[in-house]
T-cell receptor
Framework: GDSVTQMEGPVTLSEEAFLTINCTYT??????LFWYVQYPGEGLQLLLK???ADDKGSNKGFEATYRKETTSFHLEKGSVQVSDSAVYFC???????????WGLGTSLAVNP | GAGVSQSPSNKVTEKGKDVELRCDPI?????LYWYRQSLGQGLEFLIY????????KSGLPSDRFSAERTGGSVSTLTIQRTQQEDSAVYLC?????????????FGDGTRLSIL
């Protein structure tokens, strides 16, 4: 069945380091892909999305490109900040994009 | 404006009891979703409501779980005869319309603990 696999955490980086969080998916069609973020003490919120192959989603300095050939949607940021410390979830749309299938989440801690 | 509101924020109950979890979506959002997040696992889709259409119940894990959405607004998730494996954080989300091209806005969740 459809699934999402993302790299296990926790990931610990120093401020201004480069970030990559890997995400791959399995799907029968071409789902929309998402990254959600949960900051400490807050609810889940959409970070970025891509709806078709080769689309690049971007927000707050984060980027992810929908790669159909590798079924991936890796999250990247060139220079992380302490305020980026959070749990990041990769997800795909399913059921005609009416519901989301989630990865397990990757915890990121950025140290000053 | 107000976000998605869930209540209670925490619920502790004994095995075998029934529980009701409430979700008040963002005003004007026609789509409402329930998810469950168990310890060490990702979010698991439970049920989806879109307007007046029949809900998508395909994620409900057993017939002890049910949900309703009255008047197209507030939703209640009911778990009957709770079991310890029901312990999880139950998240509600709403979106302006169905289909995931609309971002889902999440509440803070209800943390359910079954003793």
């Amino acid at each position: 069945g459809d699934s999402v696999t993302q790299m296990e955490g926790p990931v610990t980086l120093s401020e201004e380091a480069f970030l990559t969080i890997n995400c791959t998916y399995t799907a029968t069609g071409y789902p929309s892909l998402f990254w959600y973020v949960q900051y400490p003490g807050e609810g889940l919120q959409l970070l970025l999305k891509a709806t078709k192959a080769d689309d690049k989603g971007s927000n707050k300095g984060f980027e992810a490109t929908y790669r159909k050939e590798t079924t991936s949607f890796h999250l990247e940021k060139g220079s992380v900040q302490v305020s980026d410390s959070a749990v990041y979830f990769c997800a795909q749309g399913a059921g005609n994009n009416r519901k989301l299938i989630w990865g397990l989440g990757t915890s990121l801690a950025v140290n000053p | 404006g107000a976000g998605v509101s869930q209540s209670p924020s925490n619920k502790v109950t004994e095995k075998g009891k029934d529980v009701e979890l409430r979700c008040d979506p963002i005003s004007g959002h026609t789509a409402l979703y329930w998810y469950r997040q168990s310890l060490g696992q990702g979010l698991e889709f439970l049920i989806y409501f879109q307007g007046n259409s029949a809900p998508d119940k395909s994620g409900l894990p057993s017939d002890r779980f049910s949900a309703e959405r009255t008047g197209g607004s507030v939703s209640t998730l009911t778990i009957q005869r709770t079991q310890q494996e029901d312990s999880a954080v139950y998240l509600c989300a709403s979106s302006l319309a169905g289909g995931t091209n609309q971002p889902q806005h999440f509440g803070d969740g209800t943390r359910l603990s079954i003793l």
